[in-house]
């Protein structure tokens, strides 16, 4: 199936994130030396979104979302789309 709009997606982290001091600083794409989505964070870093204008339709991006902890300093990076898409 062929998407012929761009989109938009949105990750948000929940309450019980937020209040023990989460928050989303970036995403990088995987790997490093790939295309990056262009994406825009939320207020106080409490959420991202990714845009894709699909110019090319066979484009596949693969990245990490990067997360901060404000009260330990501690970093961690995921990846949203783990297992989601084909080889």
């Known amino acids: 199936m ?3 709009r ?3 997606c949105n990750f948000v982290l929940d309450d019980d994130a937020s209040v ?3 928050t989303i600083t970036k995403i990088s794409p995987k790997p490093e030396n790939a295309e990056s ?3 825009e964070n939320g207020a106080y870093g409490l959420s991202i979104a990714t ?3 699909h110019g090319n339709h066979s484009e596949v991006f693969n ?3 990067h997360f ?3 009260v330990t300093e501690a970093r961690f990076k995921e990846d949203p789309q783990e297992a989601n898409i084909p080889p």
Do not use: E, K, R
């Open 2 to 4: 062929q998407i012929n």
């Open 6 to 8: 761009p989109t938009i």
């Open 20 to 22: 023990n001091g989460w």
């Open 37 to 39: 989505l262009p994406f």
């Open 51 to 53: 845009y894709n204008d």
């Open 63 to 65: 990245y990490y979302i």
């Open 68 to 70: 901060y902890n404000s």
